[in-house]
T-cell receptor
Framework: DMKVTQMPRYLIKRMGENVLLECGQD?????MYWYRQDPGLGLQLIYI???????SEGDIPKGYRVSRKKREHFSLILDSAKTNQTSVYFC???????????FGEGTRLSVL | GEQVEQRPPHLSVREGDSAIIICTYT??????FSWYKQEAGAGLQLLMS?????DRKEEQGLTVLLNKKDKRLSLNLTAAHPGDSAVYFC???????????FGKGTHLHVLP
């Protein structure tokens, strides 16, 4: 079953706390992405991962880091979360240059 | 890098009418385009993808047209119904083949 799974779906954290968002895919896709979505700004790319331990900054990497230790799993980490990181975070994966990314259902993060 | 402009931001049509959404892009070397649908509270659902060597593609009431000369991509929903109400995004795959750039979305309302 081709699926991108994100956990948790909803998360509330206090400013300064650490946040871990997790993403898994069952398609052995090499490329994985983290985006955030905010009203009026659309989808902004945070990080791209080309494969295990091969990650690259996207357009808005500041305040985020990622980890990919297994091909099927890609994590987004917020060290000391800030209120302006309140957003909806989407993970996606793609099997190649001519395959459109498939998206997870998103994680709605509120940082209070 | 690639930039994608999408219009209109909001679109209301009556049930049975057509709805047309347009995206323009800047990089003539862009090779792969996609359209996504996002319903409230959900992730992005892939509708259709086209390679740059395709001018027209039709699937299940959707028509995608690609005008490479004008760098314009369009999505036409023929005979829209209320279930088509959602936010639609176009996406262009950057020439480095990994980065995917999104338009800011079109909120489509199909009135009964």
């Amino acid at each position: 079953d081709m699926k991108v799974t994100q956990m948790p779906r909803y998360l509330i954290k206090r400013m300064g706390e650490n946040v871990l968002l997790e993403c898994g895919q069952d398609m052995s896709h090499e490329t994985m992405y983290w985006y955030r979505q905010d009203p009026g700004l659309g989808l902004q790319l945070i990080y791209i991962s080309y494969d295990v331990d091969s990650n690259s900054e996207g357009d808005i990497p500041k305040g985020y880091r990622v980890s990919r230790k297994k091909r099927e799993h890609f994590s987004l980490i917020l060290d000391s979360a800030k209120t302006n990181q309140t957003s909806v975070y989407f993970c996606a994966s793609s099997g190649g240059a001519n395959q459109a990314p498939l998206f997870g259902e998103g994680t709605r993060l509120s940082v209070l | 890098g690639e930039q994608v402009e999408q219009r209109p931001p909001h679109l209301s049509v009556r049930e049975g009418d057509s709805a047309i959404i347009i995206c323009t892009y800047t990089d003539s070397a862009t090779a792969y385009f996609s359209w996504y649908k996002q319903e409230a509270g959900a992730g992005l659902q892939l509708l259709m993808s086209v390679l740059s060597n395709v001018d027209r593609k039709e699937e299940q009431g959707l028509t995608v047209l690609l005008n490479k000369k004008d760098k314009r991509l369009s999505l036409n929903l023929t005979a829209a119904h209320p279930g088509d109400s959602a936010v639609y995004f176009c996406a262009a795959r950057d020439t480095n083949a990994y980065k995917v750039i999104f338009g800011k979305g079109t909120h489509l309302h199909v009135l009964p």
